[in-house]
């Protein structure tokens, strides 16, 4: 039997804590998903683990010093529900900010993610200070 999901997005967490890539991807389903909101400058689907490591060079460099810290997993069979703190800084007006995101995981019955939707508290204050408007 597998690990369990939620240990398994630690493993994840780990391994990019860590800028092992090919640990990171081992964990994802080739047909992975990954839905940002629409108005992100990063926004849209991101489809397979081929295009994930692009997708998260693009969400990284939108920002500077970007850090997201886990705060909880939450494990209901097939899904994980991760709670956590993003701060970062705009590239352009130096604005720093500190904003809650929850995010769902969606695995396969053989531990490997097939979907990951983050979701933003306030998309509108990460655009605006992304636009140097904050």
Not at 48 to 76: A, C, H, M, P, Q
Not at 97 to 117: C, H, P, Q, R, Y
Request: cysteine-free; charged content about 30%; proline content about 3%.
């Amino acid at each position: 039997m597998h690990k369990p999901n939620k240990e398994r997005v630690r493993d994840f967490f780990a391994a990019a804590a860590s800028a092992n890539d090919d640990a990171m991807l081992a964990i994802l389903h080739p047909n992975l998903r990954v839905i940002e909101a629409e108005s992100l400058p990063y926004g849209g689907v991101v489809e397979g683990r081929s295009n994930f490591k692009e997708f998260t060079k693009r969400v990284f460099k939108t920002w500077k010093n970007t850090r997201v810290i886990t705060e909880e997993l939450i494990e209901d069979g097939n899904k994980v529900v991760v709670l956590a703190t993003m701060s970062g800084e705009s590239k352009t007006s130096q604005t720093q900010f500190t904003m809650s995101i929850a995010e769902i995981w969606s695995f396969d019955n053989d531990g490997l993610v097939t979907e990951i939707k983050p979701f933003y508290f306030d998309t509108k204050k990460l655009i605006d200070i992304y636009n140097g408007d904050l």
